[in-house]
């Protein structure tokens, strides 16, 4: 399988998919890709008779240098692992020249209260990075739908406002985490753990599964105190934030309403790899 690395070139094939009256999906990826990844890819075919998988490393939205050189690039394997999609997967991996032209900066969008919370107050400019180079993707791509995992919650709801705020005729479809037979997240953060790391790191998912069955009986601000202390006795995990809010705004609750829904949200650091994660409270 060959990728597409030029901007006209996707555009093309998605105006022809588009003019034979298919449906086109987009899952946009920083590559190494993994089964998560894979349920994305699964889940668009459901709707969509062509999908366009973006690889691109997006330097903007990485607010440690570190962070993005240690960043898996593991792009023939990438190929390899889509080559069984066949005709109905078309990868697009740009250059950041086919992305950003000569001027790798991000635009500065207002994503009001969603973008000063978790990842957007520990992250400081990440959005930014992800909402431009979202923008300059979908309407390279021009697909009918996109295809975002829940495991980046947040993330999903800022790419829900981004086209509000860029009026863009798309469709954005959540789809929930993928999880190992352990518990742990897929991110292509795993790749980085240790043997070690990746022993000890299902406890986020057990963390999160103890929020969830005690958040009837316990208040938030009880649990947010219960699960920052399980963590100050966990060697090797050092947790950054744990928070509960309402998924409509990501706001936190003084107290629980009828009628809303709640997610507990996390970032952990194993030694220097930094996972997050969430789960649906009720
Ligand atoms: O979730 C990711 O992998 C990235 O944030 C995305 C959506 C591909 C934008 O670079």
Redesign the pocket.
């Known amino acids: 399988m060959q990728a597409i690395t030029a901007h006209n070139q996707i555009s093309k094939i998605v105006s022809q998919a588009k003019a034979q009256g298919k449906t086109v999906g987009f899952v946009?990826?920083?590559g190494a890709l993994h089964r998560g990844h894979a349920s994305l890819i699964d889940y668009a075919l459901k709707d969509c008779a062509l999908i366009v998988v973006?690889i691109?490393v997006?330097p903007t939205?990485f607010n440690n240098v570190t962070d993005l050189e240690k960043y898996p690039r593991t792009i023939e394997k990438d190929l390899a692992f889509l080559s069984h999609y066949g005709s109905k997967v078309a990868v697009y991996n740009p250059s950041p020249e086919e992305i950003y032209g000569n001027n790798v900066s991000s635009k500065g969008y207002d994503f009001g209260h969603l973008e000063t919370v978790m990842e957007g107050e520990h992250r400081p400019g990440h959005f930014d990075g992800?909402g431009t180079?979202?923008n300059i993707l979908f309407r390279q791509v021009n697909p009918h739908k996109a295809y975002?995992?829940e495991k980046?919650f947040q993330?999903l709801t800022i790419?829900r406002k981004l086209v509000d705020i860029e009026n863009l005729d798309l469709e954005i479809i959540g789809c929930p985490i993928h999880r190992q037979e352990d518990g742990l997240a897929m991110s292509?953060r795993n790749a980085r753990l240790t043997e070690h790391q990746l022993e000890i790191a299902p406890f986020i998912y057990e963390s999160l599964l103890y929020a969830k069955n005690n958040f009837d009986s316990l208040s938030a601000r009880e649990l947010k105190g219960y699960i920052e202390s399980i963590y100050k006795e966990k060697d090797g995990l050092e947790l950054e934030y744990f928070e509960i809010v309402n998924i409509k705004n990501l706001r936190t609750l003084s107290r629980k309403r009828k009628n809303q829904q709640y997610r507990a949200f996390l970032a952990v650091y194993a030694g220097e790899v930094r996972l997050i994660d969430n789960i649906a409270l009720n």
């Open positions: 946009p990826t920083m973006s691109f997006n939205q992800v180079v979202l975002f995992g980046d993330q790419v292509s």
